[in-house]
């Protein structure tokens, strides 16, 4: 499709992004905001999607409805930062299985916080 339709160019936009076969909103924000520049959204992956809800800001299991949550939260100049500091985040502290809640920055904020068994005192 890039070189039937588009010349042999990545598109640079949401619109035709989304309409190359195999890219949702996801890969088309990182696209976006890293080749191009350009921040429409926030994009949401697996690291995303549960700092998300851990941290309480969306209660949403669509990932465009969560990523919409989190527009709504931060400033549009941190979106495409917003995406690597949560992933950055979830592998480094918050992970899936074994949160590190005690040593987390955002322990005080978080409304998951201590909720985990190995987390109870
Ligand atoms: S307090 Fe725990 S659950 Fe909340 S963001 Fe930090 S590590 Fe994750």
Same mark, same amino acid.
């Given at each position: 499709?890039?070189?039937?339709e588009h010349g042999g $160019?990545?598109?640079?936009?949401?619109? $035709?992004l989304?309409?190359?076969?195999?890219i949702?909103?996801?890969?088309?924000?990182? %696209?976006l905001? #890293?080749a191009?520049?350009?921040v429409?959204g !926030?994009? %949401?992956?697996?690291?995303? /999607?549960r700092?998300?809800?851990?941290?309480?800001l969306?209660?949403?299991k669509?990932?465009?409805k969560i $990523?919409?949550?989190?527009?709504?939260v *931060?400033p549009?100049?941190? /979106?495409?930062?917003?995406n690597?500091?949560l !992933? $950055?985040?979830?592998?480094?502290v918050?992970d899936a299985?074994?949160?590190?809640?005690?040593?987390?920055?955002? #322990?005080?904020l978080?409304s998951?916080a *201590?909720?985990f068994p190995?987390?109870?005192?």
């Amino acid at each position: 499709m890039i070189a039937e339709e588009h010349g042999g $160019e990545v598109p640079a936009s949401m619109e $035709e992004l989304t309409r190359l076969k195999g890219i949702a909103r996801k890969t088309a924000n990182i %696209v976006l905001g #890293n080749a191009f520049g350009i921040v429409e959204g !926030i994009a %949401v992956d697996t690291h995303v /999607w549960r700092l998300a809800h851990r941290l309480g800001l969306s209660g949403e299991k669509n990932r465009d409805k969560i $990523e919409r949550n989190l527009m709504e939260v *931060f400033p549009r100049e941190k /979106w495409l930062a917003v995406n690597y500091l949560l !992933i $950055e985040h979830g592998r480094r502290v918050c992970d899936a299985k074994k949160p590190d809640c005690d040593g987390c920055v955002l #322990n005080k904020l978080c409304s998951s916080a *201590f909720t985990f068994p190995h987390n109870m005192k």
